[in-house]
């Protein structure tokens, strides 16, 4: 698992072609290039598998009635199945690093239960005309 910072280039093709099959294959309200932005401002984090061919974004965030800080995976993906054990635990260490209580993401998989994800709520949008 490597935590990239500075080095986008040499990994921005492979991230910009994951990101593109993300977006068709679930809704999404963000632009690869939003996310390009985000990470060159240090706004979010990528994580690349040692393989090369899954990576991850995140962002912290903090709860607004709560005041709960935590790790929100943005994105990820991977050119075969996801490899979910592998990057948990640098998911805990970057959640503990920056003062994070726990770690969220939204899905319209169904399974994530089966890995140690517990359900919490599903999240609906009603769009206004």
């Known amino acids: 698992m490597n935590l990239h910072q500075g ?3 040499e990994v921005w093709p492979f991230v910009y ?3 593109e099959s993300v ?3 679930t809704p999404c309200d ?3 290039e939003d996310i390009y932005a985000a990470l060159k401002a240090g706004e979010m984090f990528l994580f690349t598998a040692k393989t090369g061919k899954a990576f991850a974004i ?3 965030s903090t709860d607004c009635l709560s005041g ?4 929100y995976i943005v994105a990820a993906y991977s050119a075969k199945n996801f490899s979910q054990p592998e990057f948990m635990p640098q ?12 770690i969220e993401m939204e899905s319209n998989r169904q399974g994530f239960q089966r890995t140690g994800w517990k359900l919490d709520r599903h999240t609906y949008r009603w769009e206004v005309a």
């Open 91 to 102: 998911f805990e260490g970057l959640a503990k690093e920056t003062g994070c209580s726990y």
């Open 68 to 71: 709960r800080k935590y790790l």
């Open 17 to 19: 072609n994951g990101l």
């Open 58 to 60: 995140v962002r912290t």
């Open 23 to 25: 977006r068709r294959n």
């Open 30 to 32: 963000w632009l690869p």
């Open 7 to 9: 080095n986008l280039h």
